[in-house]
């Protein structure tokens, strides 16, 4: 066996309840002034985290400014304006509070705020220009309040340019976060469809990272432990938000999900969603996914079994003494199993507006965006392919 891999996490992460708390003693604060982004929806207001996250910095040395435009399927005119809003009041570091799309809006203003020209300058997919930002970014501090994305963990961050419908995930080393604090108490506020939609998406993240070619020892270990404890605790947080062991787990699990996105990656169900959401951003990006997920991961086990029967049993399914393309297809069934327990096995692409006549489109520009992540998907799929998939999941 040839095993070589790559292994490199410069994110110090501080876990665990009450740890938000860190942030007004920690002496890992990278500056004296920050930007902090937030959504546009209210609720880090709302819930008083805002509020907390503002005294913390003051009774640790630091000034803060705020920016709060992030949608939830963030775009690159936002990144432009956040990075203005940094270098004019002189902001040395930037913080994402929220979810993973105030997170990676934070790392792309991040980058912005150091780097001249436009943000799809420095994109290498799609009409990205693929320039290298020399000058790197301003230190990160994450603070998740939804189980979701990972980018806690990782360098990645997704944005989306609206005017060409181009939805890509991008990053480098200057785009992991410097710190960053999870705190499974602020995600208590959470409701029952965002946990839901948020949960799978990580489950997601674990799955595609076991399956991508590039899969390694460290992130088979965390994504196979993601997999068994958002089984587990994804159901008992959607039915009660208040649950702080489910939450605490899922939190945990979503940081795994972010480490194994570092050191393995997302595949083409990533592409393949990013498109939809990307002409169709009413869509949440967890619902995209589970929407696709049946029909895509069945035509993946349907043509190379491997690795999803470590998956089924991950899952809690009993596979011993079964053939092995029925172990790797107990898998589909777990996962079938947990959309429903979720509450999320009615929800088709049919629902969110989008017609049969659209898939085709789709299908091109997820090659288009993010082809990549078909090169590390187990078995070579095609533009037809992805129609394929797609029409499985249309209705």
Not at 259 to 272: G, K, V, W, Y
Not at 309 to 316: E, F, H, K, V
Not at 318 to 335: E, N, S, V, W, Y
């Given at each position: 066996?040839?095993?070589?891999?790559?292994l490199?996490?410069?994110?110090?992460i501080?876990f665990?309840?009450g740890?938000?708390?860190?942030?007004?003693?920690?002496?890992f604060?990278?500056?004296?002034?920050?930007?902090?982004v937030?959504?546009?929806?209210?609720?880090?207001?709302?819930?008083?985290?805002?509020?907390?996250?503002?005294?913390?910095?003051?009774?640790?040395?630091?000034?803060s400014?705020?920016?709060?435009?992030?949608?939830?399927?963030?775009?690159?005119e936002?990144?432009?304006?956040?990075?203005?809003?940094?270098?004019?009041?002189?902001?040395?570091?930037v913080?994402?509070?929220?979810?993973?799309?105030?997170?990676?809006?934070?790392?792309?203003i991040?980058?912005?705020?150091?780097?001249?020209?436009?943000?799809?300058?420095?994109?290498?997919?799609?009409?990205?220009?693929?320039?290298?930002?020399?000058?790197?970014?301003?230190?990160?501090?994450?603070?998740p309040?939804?189980?979701?994305t990972?980018?806690?963990?990782?360098?990645?961050?997704?944005?989306?340019k609206?005017?060409?419908?181009?939805?890509?995930?991008?990053?480098?080393a200057?785009?992991?976060?410097?710190?960053?604090?999870?705190?499974?108490?602020?995600?208590?506020?959470?409701?029952p469809?965002?946990?839901?939609?948020?949960g799978?998406?990580a489950?997601?993240?674990?799955?595609e990272?076991?399956?991508?070619?590039?899969?390694?020892?460290?992130?088979?270990?965390?994504?196979l432990?993601a997999v068994?404890?958002?089984?587990?605790?994804?159901?008992?947080?959607?039915?009660?938000?208040?649950n702080?062991?489910a939450?605490t787990k899922?939190?945990?699990?979503?940081t795994?999900?972010?480490?194994?996105?570092?050191?393995?990656?997302?595949i083409?169900?990533?592409?393949?969603?990013?498109?939809?959401?990307?002409?169709?951003?009413?869509?949440?990006?967890?619902?995209?996914?589970?929407?696709?997920?049946v029909?895509?991961?069945?035509?993946?086990?349907?043509?190379?079994?491997?690795?999803?029967?470590?998956?089924?049993?991950a899952?809690?399914?009993k596979?011993?003494?079964?053939?092995?393309?029925?172990?790797?297809?107990?898998?589909?069934?777990?996962?079938?199993?947990?959309?429903?327990?979720?509450?999320?096995?009615?929800?088709?692409?049919?629902?969110?507006?989008?017609?049969?006549?659209?898939?085709?489109?789709?299908?091109?520009?997820?090659?288009?965006?993010?082809?990549?992540l078909?090169?590390?998907t187990?078995?070579?799929?095609?533009?037809?392919?992805?129609?394929?998939?797609?029409?499985?999941?249309?209705?």
């Amino acid at each position: 066996m040839n095993l070589s891999f790559s292994l490199y996490m410069p994110t110090r992460i501080l876990f665990g309840c009450g740890m938000l708390d860190e942030l007004g003693k920690t002496p890992f604060l990278p500056g004296k002034k920050a930007l902090i982004v937030i959504g546009a929806s209210g609720a880090m207001k709302k819930h008083g985290y805002l509020g907390r996250v503002t005294r913390l910095l003051k009774s640790n040395g630091a000034g803060s400014v705020v920016y709060n435009k992030i949608q939830p399927n963030p775009v690159s005119e936002h990144v432009a304006e956040g990075a203005k809003l940094a270098k004019a009041n002189k902001c040395d570091f930037v913080i994402g509070l929220g979810g993973g799309s105030t997170i990676d809006s934070a790392k792309s203003i991040a980058v912005m705020a150091k780097n001249p020209g436009k943000y799809w300058d420095y994109i290498g997919g799609g009409s990205g220009k693929g320039k290298t930002p020399t000058k790197g970014a301003l230190p990160i501090v994450a603070i998740p309040t939804t189980a979701g994305t990972g980018t806690e963990a990782d360098p990645w961050t997704v944005i989306t340019k609206s005017d060409t419908n181009e939805k890509i995930g991008w990053g480098n080393a200057f785009t992991f976060p410097t710190l960053s604090i999870v705190d499974p108490e602020l995600m208590l506020s959470v409701p029952p469809s965002q946990t839901a939609y948020t949960g799978m998406d990580a489950f997601f993240h674990s799955v595609e990272s076991y399956l991508a070619t590039v899969n390694q020892p460290t992130s088979d270990h965390l994504a196979l432990e993601a997999v068994r404890l958002i089984t587990k605790y994804l159901p008992i947080a959607v039915k009660d938000g208040g649950n702080i062991e489910a939450r605490t787990k899922l939190a945990w699990a979503n940081t795994e999900a972010g480490i194994c996105e570092s050191l393995s990656c997302c595949i083409s169900h990533h592409s393949m969603e990013h498109a939809v959401s990307a002409y169709f951003p009413n869509v949440p990006h967890g619902a995209g996914l589970t929407m696709l997920s049946v029909a895509y991961f069945s035509y993946l086990a349907e043509r190379n079994p491997n690795r999803f029967p470590d998956l089924a049993r991950a899952m809690g399914e009993k596979i011993d003494g079964l053939p092995r393309k029925a172990q790797a297809m107990a898998f589909i069934q777990g996962l079938k199993k947990l959309i429903r327990k979720v509450g999320l096995k009615e929800q088709k692409l049919s629902d969110f507006g989008i017609q049969r006549s659209d898939l085709q489109t789709l299908a091109e520009n997820a090659f288009h965006t993010m082809g990549k992540l078909f090169e590390l998907t187990p078995i070579p799929l095609t533009a037809d392919d992805a129609v394929a998939i797609y029409e499985r999941a249309y209705a």
